[in-house]
């Protein structure tokens, strides 16, 4: 039971050091419009550039 608690607890404090995901500039296929997200918009977009710290993809991110 102790090892049990012991694994628990330091997954829970693994969680807790993680940092914010990563935003990234999306190029749509159609007209070639910039957005910023976190995630693709769907099949009509293309990576375009990052990672960035900001939600305004201005700020580039560190990539270990």
Not at 20 to 46: H, M, N, V
């Amino acid at each position: 039971m102790k090892y049990l608690t012991a694994a628990a607890l330091l997954a829970v404090c693994a969680c807790a050091m993680a940092g914010p995901a990563p935003w990234y500039k999306w190029r749509s296929k159609i007209d070639g419009t910039l957005s910023c997200a976190q995630s693709t918009l769907g099949f009509g977009w293309e990576l375009a550039s990052g990672p960035y710290k900001d939600s305004r993809c201005e700020k580039p991110a560190l990539v270990k």
